[in-house]
């Protein structure tokens, strides 16, 4: 992806400075962003599906994330972990396809898709953490 579409400053995302937030409050936080922005957004033919699929896989991140937290064992941990970053990474694609269907509502969208990738890169290293790997 182009650095002119989606990446952004953390400086640009609130949430991302403030390094009180757990991982419970953090996802749960981006799970209402989401329904917000969602609730912001016309539904048509095209951006119906697209809602539907972002609002799955945006608020199956923390899910996934809470059944994490409380896993039965280390294998347990790492799948559902394991999911939730599939979760964040099929966030930011459907974050960029509304971003290209509703074009007037790209900045904020940035500021999600740049949240979504933060996660995204949480939980790949918690993943290697929890398998004994180093990057």
């Excluded at 957004?41 to 599906?49: E, G």
């Excluded at 979760?87 to 500021?111: F, G, L, N």
Aim: proline share 4%.
């Amino acid at each position: 992806m182009p650095n002119d579409q989606f990446p952004m400053p953390n400086d640009q995302f609130p949430m991302t400075n403030n390094k009180k937030y757990n991982l419970r409050e953090r996802t749960t936080e981006f799970s209402k962003q989401i329904i917000d922005f969602i609730k912001t957004l016309k539904q048509d033919v095209i951006t119906k599906p697209i809602i539907n699929q972002l609002i799955r896989s945006a608020t199956g991140i923390g899910a996934n994330y809470y059944e994490a937290d409380e896993g039965s064992s280390k294998k347990d941990f790492t799948n559902k972990i394991s999911i939730a970053n599939k979760e964040a990474k099929e966030t930011m694609y459907w974050i960029e396809m509304i971003a290209h269907s509703v074009p007037d509502v790209k900045k904020q969208a940035r500021m999600l898709w740049q949240e979504a990738h933060e996660l995204n890169l949480i939980f790949s290293a918690i993943i290697r953490s929890a398998k004994g790997q180093k990057k």
